[in-house]
C-alpha cells in the first residue's frame, strides 16, 4: 500500500525534484537531467538527479539513498522513468523492486524506448502513478533533451550583448567590453548550463576567445565549444585550437593539412565534424550537434552567424544584454541588413533583470 499524501505536497515535492535535476543540466547531455526524490512519511529519504555522462539514471541514485526506507514510499521524478535496457536496467524496474507505492511525475520521455512505456510497467506492477503536475515547468527544465529527441537539434539559446546604440563591437578591436562585469558573470553561469556553445569563424579570427566557464563550485564546467566555418579557413594559431576544453569544428569543406595535423596532435580533443551540404548551413550544423548529443546549445555570435540562425528560425530563445554605453560611429551593427527591433518580433519577453548597469531580457519564439 502506499501512504496517503496530502495532494498539495505533491507539487511541493515534484517542484524540488524538477529544481534537483536542473541541477544536472550542462553534464547530462546526451540524457535528460532528472532530478528524484523519494519521500516516506512525509520526510525525504532519498535524492538522486542524473550523474555526468547520463548514468547513473536519477531515480537509481535517489532508491540507493533511500535504501530499505523506500518501501511504500513515494518518488518525485521530473521525467517519466525509463523502461529499456540501455547502459543501465529500466529504473521502471527498479522503482517496482525498492516497493514504492506510487510515483508522482510531469511529463513522459518522448525517447521512443519509453514514451509511455515507464508508466505502464510501474501500472502494471500495481504502483500508482500521478501524471500531468507541474508539466510547464518540466517541460523548461528539459526543453533541450525534449527538442532534440522530437526534432534532432539542440535546443538554441541566442545571447547577444548590445550598445545603446545597438552594436556589438567596434571595427578592428577584437574583443571590447559592452557589458558589465555582473552581466559577464551570468553569461558564465549560461555557459555552465549549456552542452555547447557556438561561434562563427569571424568571431574566432576577430576575438579569438576562449569561451570558457571561469566560475567555481558546482558551476565550474564548460561546456564543448563549436566553431562554425563556412570556408573551412580557419586560424590554426587560435587559444581554442590549441588548449582547453573539446573544441568542435562545423564546416561542408575539409580541413587544412595543417589542421588535420593539429587535430591528430590534440587526441580527440579537437574534431572536424564535416557538414553534408554548402546550403543550410545552421540547419546542417545543428544536426550535426543533435547527432552528437547535444541538447543544448549557446550561440555566442557573431553578426553574421547569429543573424544566419535567427533567419532560418533555428533560434528558440533570445538572451538580450542592453548597456548603456554608446560605440558611435565605428561600431559594428547587431545585425548586417535587419534592425533589432525587426529580429525579435517573432519573439516574447518571458523574463527582465538587471545586471548592474545593463538589462538583461530573455525572450522565447512565439509558439
Ligand atoms: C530517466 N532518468 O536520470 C535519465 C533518463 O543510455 P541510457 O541507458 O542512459 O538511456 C538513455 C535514455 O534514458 C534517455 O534517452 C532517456 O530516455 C533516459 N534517461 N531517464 O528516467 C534519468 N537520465
Ligand atoms: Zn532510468
Not at 547513473?56 to 530499505?68: I, N, R, S
Not at 518540466?138 to 538554441?156: F, I, N, S
Not at 545543428?286 to 541538447?295: D, E, F, H, S, Y
Request: charged share 25%; with cysteine; net charge positive.
Amino acid at each position: 500500500m502506499s501512504e496517503a499524501q496530502p495532494r498539495d505536497l505533491d507539487s511541493r515535492f515534484l517542484a524540488s525534484a524538477i529544481r534537483l535535476g536542473r541541477l544536472s543540466l550542462g553534464e547530462a547531455a546526451p540524457n535528460p537531467a532528472v532530478g528524484a526524490i523519494v519521500v516516506k512519511d512525509g520526510a525525504v529519504v532519498g535524492r538522486g538527479r542524473t550523474a555526468i555522462g547520463g548514468r547513473p539514471h536519477a531515480e537509481t541514485a535517489a532508491l540507493l539513498e533511500a535504501g530499505d526506507k523506500a518501501r511504500g514510499g513515494t518518488l518525485y521524478v521530473s521525467l517519466e522513468p525509463c523502461a529499456h535496457h540501455g547502459r543501465t536496467p529500466p529504473c521502471a524496474d527498479a522503482i517496482v523492486a525498492a516497493g514504492i507505492g506510487r510515483v508522482v511525475m510531469p511529463i513522459r520521455d518522448p525517447d521512443p524506448r519509453v514514451d509511455g512505456k515507464g508508466v505502464a510497467k510501474l501500472r502494471a506492477a500495481g504502483v500508482e502513478v500521478r501524471e500531468g503536475l507541474l508539466a510547464e515547468p518540466a517541460r523548461d527544465a528539459h526543453q533541450g533533451y525534449l527538442t532534440r529527441t522530437t526534432k534532432g537539434r539542440p535546443y538554441v539559446l541566442l545571447k547577444l550583448a548590445l550598445s545603446a546604440d545597438e552594436g556589438i563591437g567596434l571595427t578592428g578591436h577584437g574583443q571590447i567590453a559592452i557589458t558589465g562585469p555582473l552581466a559577464r558573470r551570468h553569461v558564465q553561469v549560461l555557459r555552465s548550463r549549456v552542452d555547447a556553445i557556438l561561434v562563427g569563424a569571424g568571431t574566432l579570427r576577430a576575438d579569438d576567445p576562449l569561451l570558457t566557464c571561469r566560475l567555481p563550485g558546482l558551476l565550474a564546467r564548460s561546456p564543448i565549444r563549436s566553431v562554425l566555418s563556412r570556408s573551412g579557413v580557419l586560424p590554426e594559431h587560435a587559444k581554442m585550437f590549441v588548449a582547453g576544453p573539446d573544441t568542435w569544428v562545423l564546416s561542408p569543406k575539409s580541413p587544412s593539412l595543417v589542421m588535420q595535423e593539429l587535430i591528430d596532435a590534440r587526441d580527440g580533443a579537437l574534431r572536424w565534424l564535416q557538414l553534408r551540404a554548402e546550403s543550410d548551413v545552421p540547419a546542417e550544423a545543428l544536426a550535426q550537434l543533435g547527432a552528437c548529443g547535444v541538447n543544448t546549445l549557446l550561440l555566442e555570435g557573431g553578426a553574421q552567424t547569429a543573424s544566419a540562425f535567427l533567419k532560418a528560425g533555428l533560434v528558440d530563445e533570445l538572451l538580450l544584454f542592453r548597456s548603456p554605453i554608446l560605440l558611435g560611429e565605428e561600431r559594428i551593427a547587431a545585425f548586417p541588413d535587419s534592425s533589432v527591433s525587426d529580429m525579435i518580433t517573432p519573439f516574447r519577453a518571458v523574463e527582465q533583470r538587471h545586471f548592474g548597469p545593463d538589462d538583461f531580457t530573455r525572450y522565447k519564439r512565439a509558439a
